[in-house]
Nanobody, 129 residues
């Protein structure tokens, strides 16, 4: 497993931007699929974006396509989520996750929270209208 720590959340007006970071410990970070999920009060944790081990394959929820961009820097053991054109409905606690399986299979890209075995503590993102 890896240990994950998110940062970068905050309060922003609608239309603004934030960049979330997730720092990981562990030498095998580069072999994990990494994902961002979010959870609003009273709702289940939902998929936002994921990136494969090499960074060449990504996936996004329909609600954030064209506005959010996921990336990773394996040399820094960090995954990022650039969020632009934020909307009030993006308000949630954002969690970074590492997949249960460590693999260099290029196509391995998980979108269900059940496929993630390590989580950070979350960072609050609040978008005001």
């Amino acid at each position: 497993q890896v240990q994950l720590v998110e940062s970068g959340g905050g309060l922003v007006q609608a239309g603004g931007s934030l960049r979330l970071s997730c720092a990981a410990s562990g030498r095998t970070f580069s072999t994990y699929c990494m994902g961002w999920f979010r959870q609003a009060p009273g709702q289940e944790r939902e998929f936002v974006s994921a990136i494969n081990w090499k960074g060449g394959r990504t996936a996004y929820a329909e609600a954030v396509k064209g506005r959010f961009t996921i990336s990773r820097d394996n040399a820094k053991n960090t995954v990022y989520l650039q969020m632009n054109s934020l909307k009030p409905e993006d308000t949630a606690v954002y969690y970074c996750g590492a997949s249960r399986v460590a693999t260099t299979y290029y196509s391995y890209l998980m979108t269900s929270p059940l496929d993630y075995g390590s989580w950070g503590q979350g960072t609050q993102v609040t978008v005001s209208s």
